[in-house]
């Protein structure tokens, strides 16, 4: 019931631009997206609802295809703030549960 | 607006002893989540309240772990005996209301059992 994220590791130079898969085995009501830096908490990106949406907070947007009961984060013009790892988050119902996680190295 | 407040923040026990995690979430957030976070994982749920009223506790090995949320606002996680796999950071989360609700984090307790 865990999501799976692709890819499990990326490393881009600062500028370069990212995907990051999210898929689930169950029908979903909402992905949520975090980044978490090392030796600190989860940080709340941003949440899709069902209907396909897109949306976008700066460079970082995702979208939701509800069918696939698939997400993905994309993100542009990586800056060195951007490395950390990456959670999907899925609700189904009362339960959620965080995808396996992407780490991201951005380097100069 | 404070954030949600956790204690401790480090606690080292040996197997077989009993402890427990403290959490106070945002003023006003209906919703409580604890999470287990070993590491190089994602967080796992291990069970979410809603008000005081227990949501989602399927992960939570209920032979050794407990929680409870009185009146609806603070909550505590207890782990009695520890075992050394349960040495992990405990994330506690609020939101406003379940269901598609943006959650904010503790800091966690890391949690070492020797």
């Known amino acids: 019931q865990q999501p799976v994220q692709s890819p499990q590791a990326v490393i881009l130079r600062e500028g370069e631009d990212a995907v990051i898969n999210c898929s689930s085995s169950k029908a979903l009501y909402s992905v949520h997206w975090y980044r978490q830096k090392h030796g600190e908490a989860p940080v709340f990106l941003m949440i899709?609802?069902?209907?396909?949406e897109q949306k976008g907070h700066d460079k970082i947007s995702a979208s939701f295809n509800e069918k696939k009961q698939q997400s993905s984060l994309y993100l542009t013009a990586s800056q060195l703030s951007y490395s950390g790892t990456y959670f999907c988050g899925t609700e189904n119902g009362n339960q959620f549960y965080f995808g396996t996680g992407t780490s991201l190295t951005v380097i100069p | 607006e404070a954030g949600v407040a956790q204690s401790p923040r480090y606690k080292i026990i040996e197997k077989r002893q009993s402890v427990a995690f403290w959490c106070n979430p945002i003023?006003?957030?209906?919703?409580l989540y604890w999470y287990q976070q070993i590491l190089g994982q994602g967080p796992k749920l291990l069970i979410q309240?809603?008000?005081?009223?227990?949501?989602?506790d399927s992960q939570l090995p209920k032979d050794r772990f407990s929680a409870e949320r009185l009146k609806g606002v603070d909550s505590t996680l207890k782990i009695q005996p520890a075992k050394l796999e349960d040495s992990a950071v405990y994330l506690c989360?609020?939101?406003?209301?379940?269901?598609?609700?943006?959650?904010?984090f503790g800091a966690g307790t890391r949690l070492s059992v020797l």
């Open positions: 003023s006003g957030h209906a919703t």
């Open positions: 899709l609802l069902k209907g396909g």
């Open positions: 309240f809603q008000n005081n009223g227990v949501v989602d």
């Open positions: 989360a609020s939101s406003l209301n379940s269901g598609a609700g943006i959650q904010y």
